[in-house]
């Protein structure tokens, strides 16, 4: 068995053993953790495909923002989870229904998954078209979403944009009397405005 | 014969990038007792005091007895606390902070790791800083480190944002993520003067990042007592100050690199061109003053100033810098080929 394999069997292993545990530990905050682990590992494994790029993203916007904020949230929720888990024998049945259901579509849409004769070429084109020159991944990747798929790249930011409108909209709620500063009337302050210089008599004060 | 081949395939690099490892590491942990050192030295200057000056000559020796200081106090673990994560915390903040070393590039071709991705690796590397801070707060159990802990996670992720748009506009003018390319580009003028709003908004983020002060928040004594540290105690304490003291220097190492040429001569001829290492380590020194300077003279932000600051000027202008950029580049044709 070379290094590589070696590797590849380590990393995927602790991948699938954090999935375990992130459904499976008694403390939330114990899951996010073991999600970020599990994170880790397949950007790991992406590193391990020659899929540099792909693998930094993934800890950058995955562990770096994304799992932050989930961290930032279960930290903050008051829950019993022993209470919660009271009534886990009771449901066991139905959640294994639906986990059976799912695991059956999946494998019926993995199963008849036939990837069409010109994707194969379209995902290697622009690395072939570059010529004989080696280019690293962040240039073909590049290529590939600025060049060859820039339209559908730009319709999938667009969408991004409007959910992430949609959600300031829908959370937006507008209160009356807030105090907010202004930085702008603060700078404008002069000591015309701002002081006021007053004889004071003795023993009698404003 | 078997055994001999496996020990020239897998064992000999292995020894070499030890020791490579042992190269950069020793010589940063010692800086990091020095910067403290130094750090102290300026800000004692700053306030007409002289600073630590018993133990050693001019008081070289202090961060020695402080280390010392540290290992033999006992480490105190609260009752409440999540015993797993606590003692995880400060291993993750150091540990962070030293792998990130591994892509520096020294000197042209002194680097560890020489990989295509390195200013991304960096930038995750960093941005998971965040996440001793937010483990020490959460697993002291207890409301000072809490608040503290929150807290820093709502600034760092809100200055990477800015950061990650400086580095694009660098990334701009370089048309490559690999470090040392990022400083053979900048061998006709370095990017500080060009990008010089980027520069700006570059180190003021790299304040934020690492927590010192104006945006040392976190630990905030004045109303957090020390934050996320106050339930720590000798060295778990004293792997959160050295993490935070060698992601300085990294953060000015970065910054370096970025803006300032890295390892480039700024006087360009033969005798001088020569001391790659030297000049890196002095613009290092350099932007370390800053560092030190900066705590001395500015007041802590307030809160809602800091978050002010990060969404509502450096967002927008850095954005607009990125677009400026581009335009720019594509304008006058100095778009960098790719190769």
Redesign the interface.
Known sequence: MD?IAFIFYIFAAITVASGVMVIAAR?P??SV?FL?LAFFNSAGLFVLLGA??VA??L??VY???VA??F??VV?MLDINFTELRQGFLQYLPVGALIGLVLFTELVLVVGSWTILPGASTAITAPASAAGT?A?????ALGQLIYTHYAYPFQVAGLILLVAMIGAIVLTLRQRTGVRR?S?AAQIARTRATAIEVRQVKPGQGI | MAETGVWTAYGLPLAIIVLQIFAILVPILLSVAFLTYFDRKIWAMMALRRGPNVVGPFGLLQPFADALKMLTKETIIPAGANKVVFLLAPMVTMTLSMVAWAVIPFADGWVLANINVGVLYLFAISSLGVYGIIMAGWSSNSKYPFLGGLRSAAQMVSYEVSIGFVIITVLLCVGSLNLSDIVRAQEKVWFAIPLFPMFVVFFISALAETNRPPFDLPEAEAELVAGYQVEYSSMSWGLFMLGEYANMILMSALTTILFLGGWLSPIPFAPFTMLGPFWFILKIVVLLFVFGWVKATVPRYRYDQLMRLGWKVFLPLSLVWVVLTAGVLVTFGWLPTTH
């Open positions: 290094l403390n905050v114990h953790f970020i540099e790029f930094m993203i800890v950058i562990v770096g923002a932050v904020l961290l930032f930290m020159v280019i690293s991944n962040t240039h500063q930085i």
